[in-house]
């Protein structure tokens, strides 16, 4: 059942293991250890079962061993780029917006887009403008609405636990 993959193998076996044994990312790992068995000679069905990854997956590793070698297997995993997209505003720019948003200046997230893309015409979509702000540490606190009936002594004083 399935056919032995034929590969032009630029590492030996050996070599393939000691880097398998050696890596520490997650990923790289399961790939290097997947090359490794077949260059073994093992059937992609064996590694599937062996290494967890789908079967599809292990081809796609194959394919771009054959398209750049082990360099480009081990290039294109998630996260590979450790830093994200760079941020549309300078530091400068950030420090006032986190003033702006602890001054209670916003109600929504849409509010602060508005406010940056008429202040420095930096366009942010909602999920980016709110990762920043999440990676900055701000929330966007509004206080409740007050009824115009209530008694703020009467509330005080229940509050205090005379009640």
Do not use: C
């Not at 007050?146 to 636990?161: I, Y």
């Amino acid at each position: 059942m399935g056919a032995r993959v034929k590969v032009d193998w630029q590492e030996s076996s050996e070599e393939l293991k000691h880097r398998y044994q050696k890596e520490v990312h997650p990923q790289r790992r399961t790939r290097l250890q997947a090359l490794w068995q077949l260059h073994q000679g093992k059937r992609i069905r064996d590694v599937v079962d062996l290494t967890g990854a789908s079967y599809r997956s292990v081809q796609q590793w194959l394919r771009w061993y054959r398209q750049g070698g082990l360099t480009e297997v081990l290039r294109r995993v998630i996260g590979h780029h450790a830093k994200g997209k760079e941020a549309y505003l300078n530091q400068l720019q950030q420090r006032a917006l986190v003033a702006k948003v602890q001054q209670g200046e916003f109600r929504t997230v849409w509010d602060v887009i508005e406010w940056v893309r008429g202040r420095w015409g930096a366009r942010y979509t909602y999920q980016g403008m709110y990762t920043l702000m999440k990676g900055r540490g701000l929330g966007l606190k509004v206080p409740r609405p007050h009824s115009e009936k209530a008694d703020a002594r009467q509330q005080a004083t229940w509050k205090k636990g005379a009640y």
